[in-house]
């Protein structure tokens, strides 16, 4: 090897300059092999329209016109028509056919139907502000000011833990956390999002809910039992994870609620996340990266601890007659406590959300009849995955880079 001295300098590169380049081309290298966040993958649809707007009427025309049809795509909210005596409008999550919403009779029309299930103040402010927030944190107040004050001490004792362990996750905190209110006198005009959320608008005690991405939950709503165990400060740790971490992916089955989504976000999606979330080609990686995760599942719907999502530290106790776990992917019992997540090539299908415990209101009812789902394919080998080849490579650049750094090293003194 020949080299060139340049004041001091090898090729114009000192020895010293050119071991300082060694962590920016590791940090590259291993930073394209995680490129998504719990946050990003909020904003990528893998399971289609979450929620069905079910018009229940005898047979006749269903009003639905050409620009009605165009505005369901900015959303999460499909169209059906289902036959039946009276004239009723449902909303209905697409992988629960057992409740439905009572959103209005025969005289609602359809456009004002659609809106009732996909629009309200909060609903619009958490579209319009989503791509420039890390996460949201919803705050449902109770009929005792005085555990409302309590529960935002524990929000802003979350808020401080998360800043303290900020450096442990794989990005920096740059978008701001933002808390809204659900006070006691608008839960009538949010009632479809606190369905959404699973509540029935009538919980006494404060309830607290994150939400991220495309109004996404990162866990079970909160009450106040659980933010004194640090559910707060999980959950929203949980959203700055990578995707890949190692636990449980419960949170990718968590449920959406029922929003617009305008055809002005879905432009803006790409320069804000850096990637495409509508692309097939993205939803089928990030479908075999939750794919490739760990396989136990926590059954209390809440994320793991923050141990757990910071260091990788989990506790688990065993007992002498404990039964051996099962390994076909079922639990003990032949029920499971958590729908899988179904995997295909294109990132389409079905999440299959646990279906939500239905309380007594008026306007909760039995649901219309609804279609089966479609068969799961097989996921693909992981040896097949093009992530797997990209690791490899990414680890045979950063050997290349370290030996071409100490060849520059010993060549400066051999000189």
């Known amino acids: 090897m020949q080299l060139r001295e340049l004041d001091g ?13 060694i962590p920016l081309w590791i940090a590259l290298t291993l930073g394209g092999l995680c490129r998504y966040t719990v946050r990003d993958i909020g904003f990528i649809d893998l399971s289609g329209p979450g ?38 409008w449902w909303l209905r999550r ?33 579209s319009s502000l989503a791509l420039s927030t890390f996460a949201f944190v919803i705050v449902v107040e109770g009929t005792d000011p005085a555990l409302d004050k309590a529960c935002d001490a524990a929000i802003e004792e979350a808020k401080t833990g998360l800043r303290a362990i900020e450096s442990q ?29 699973g509540l029935d608008g009538q919980t006494p005690d ?20 659980d933010l004194a165990r640090g559910e707060l400060l999980a959950q929203l740790a949980l959203v700055g994870e990578t995707c890949e971490c190692d636990t449980s992916r419960d949170w990718a089955a968590e449920a959406v609620i029922a929003h617009a989504w305008p055809e002005r976000q879905r432009r803006s999606a790409w320069d804000a996340l850096g990637f495409d979330p509508e692309s097939p080609m993205v939803k089928a990686e990030v479908t075999r990266i939750l794919a490739r995760g760990p396989g136990a599942e926590r059954k209390d719907g809440r994320p ?34 958590r729908p899988e997540i179904q995997i295909v090539d294109a990132g389409e299908g079905d999440w299959g959300f646990e279906a939500d415990s239905a309380d007594p209101d008026p306007d909760l009812g039995p649901a219309p009849s609804h279609l089966g789902q479609q068969p799961t394919p097989e996921p693909e080998p992981e040896d097949a995955d093009p992530l797997v080849r990209t ?23 051999g000189a």
């Open 94 to 126: 697409s992988s629960d056919a057992d409740t439905a919403l009572r959103l209005g009779d025969a005289g609602m029309e359809p456009a004002a139907a659609l809106d009732a299930a996909r629009r309200s103040p909060l609903r619009d402010e958490i």
């Open 9 to 21: 300098s090898v090729d114009g590169l000192s020895a010293e300059g050119a071991l300082s380049v």
């Open 391 to 413: 690791r490899q490579i990414g680890v045979v650049f950063v050997a290349v880079s370290i030996l071409l750094a100490a060849a520059i090293v010993l060549g400066r003194k």
């Open 206 to 225: 404060p309830v607290v809910c994150v939400l991220y991405g495309r109004g996404k939950l990162a866990g079970e709503p909160i009450d106040r039992a």
């Open 51 to 88: 929620y069905e707007l079910v018009l229940a009427a005898p047979e006749g025309d269903d009003g639905w016109d050409a620009r009605l049809l165009a505005e369901v795509r900015d959303g999460n909210v499909a169209l059906v028509r289902e036959e039946a005596a009276g004239s009723v």
């Open 169 to 197: 996750l794989p990005r920096p905190i740059h978008l701001p956390l933002v808390e809204r209110r659900i006070a006691r006198s608008a839960r009538r005009a949010e009632r479809v999002l606190l369905w959404s959320l």
């Open 304 to 337: 793991d601890s923050i141990e757990a999502l910071v260091f990788g530290y989990r506790e688990a106790q065993l007992t002498a007659d404990a039964p051996a776990p099962r390994t076909d992917g079922a639990p003990l019992g032949g029920e499971r406590a």
